[in-house]
């Protein structure tokens, strides 16, 4: 099982950015692709962004792309989201996960707590 945890949320205002870390331990990091999913109450959790574990693709829900940005730096074992000109609506808790195979939301089998993030209008 890998632990993650979360860091980097906040209360910020729109267009302004964040960026939010996920350091991992428990498995080889270089071995595991890394996602960022978010979740509102009362709604359901939604795919943000996934890296696989080379690096060498990246994948971002349509709201984001273009804005959001994900990558790794496996020497530090942690997974980055950068996030620029951020909208009201990207209010959420963001959560990292961790998947030994696979991209698929299913295939993410170990989650941090989450991070919220809040951007006023």
């Known amino acids: 099982q890998v632990q993650l945890v979360e860091s980097g949320g906040g209360t910020v205002l729109a267009g302004d950015s964040l960026t939010l870390s996920c350091v991992a331990s428990?498995?080889?990091?270089?071995?595991?692709?890394m996602g960022w999913f978010r979740q509102t109450p009362g709604k359901e959790r939604e795919f943000v962004a996934a890296?696989?574990?080379?690096?060498?693709?990246?994948y971002y829900t349509d709201s984001v792309e273009g804005r959001f940005t994900i990558s790794r730096d496996d020497a530090k074992s942690t997974v980055y989201l950068q996030m620029n000109s951020l909208k009201p609506e990207d209010t959420a808790n963001y959560f990292c996960?961790?998947?030994?195979?696979?991209?698929?939301?299913?295939?993410?089998?170990?989650w941090g707590q989450g991070t919220q993030v809040t951007v006023l209008s």
């Open positions: 996960a961790a998947a030994a195979y696979g991209l698929l939301e299913q295939d993410f089998d170990s």
């Open positions: 428990g498995r080889t990091f270089s071995s595991l692709a």
């Open positions: 890296i696989t574990w080379s690096g060498a693709s990246t």
